[in-house]
């Protein structure tokens, strides 16, 4: 798929169609790099790797996104643009700040500065309207452990307003294949196991944007094809 580079945190942004099929996805990667903005604004040729603007449905628009832990430079100047229907997929070596991104798109860090419009709304002034459309899953955030995996997924359907949550977990579990695990209390599933129940969670209330960290962490083949 197309993808954009940001040299200066080591990024890279993956444009695909649904279900991550490699197939060209009409849509840049990426707004304008630093250089392509710089130029643009000097009356120059944008830098040449500079993707064309395409007018896009974007349920997500993040522009000029940064994020400072003191003297370290977590996001710098992040730009870039997710479609409805569309995959996009952030890249990079440990430390290039993907797992702040996304923290900061939950609305769960604030920015250093720069702006994150998801669903038509401002998430720095209104999140709270959007987050009840959204979902996240990550295998480094633990479900209570002493509950076993359908009590766990019935209290967070709950959480989210899920009508009929009894009969829309059993439908989750079904097609994600883990109903041999309802039973079993969450803390005694291996990290694989976690993880598909984690994603089953995500998926509870049909989600508008999914955010996904590391989502097929841990996993053997044929669990992540699932």
Known sequence: PPYR???ANGLTLTFSAPWS??????????????CGRRGSRNGGSPDRETMPEPELDAVIRVEGLSKR??????VR???FQGARGATTALLGANGAGKTTTISMLLGLLLPTSGRITILGEDMLRHRFR?????NFTSPYVDLPH????????????????????KRRVARIAEELRIEELMRRPTGSLSAGQKTRV???????NEPEVLLMDEPTASLDPDSADV
């Not at 099929?21 to 630093?34: D, G, N, P, Q, Y």
């Not at 959007?130 to 959204?134: D, F, K, T």
């Not at 984690?198 to 509870?204: D, P, R």
């Open 21 to 34: 099929k490699l197939i060209k996805f009409a849509a840049s990667a990426a707004r304008r790099s630093r």
């Open 5 to 7: 580079r940001f040299p």
């Open 198 to 204: 984690a994603l089953a969670k995500s998926l509870l």
């Open 69 to 74: 832990f003191g003297a370290v430079e977590a």
């Open 130 to 134: 959007v987050l009840p459309r959204m």
């Open 77 to 79: 100047r992040l730009d």
């Open 146 to 165: 002493r509950l076993t995996v359908r009590e766990n997924l019935i209290v967070f359907g709950r959480l989210y307003g899920v009508r009929a949550v």
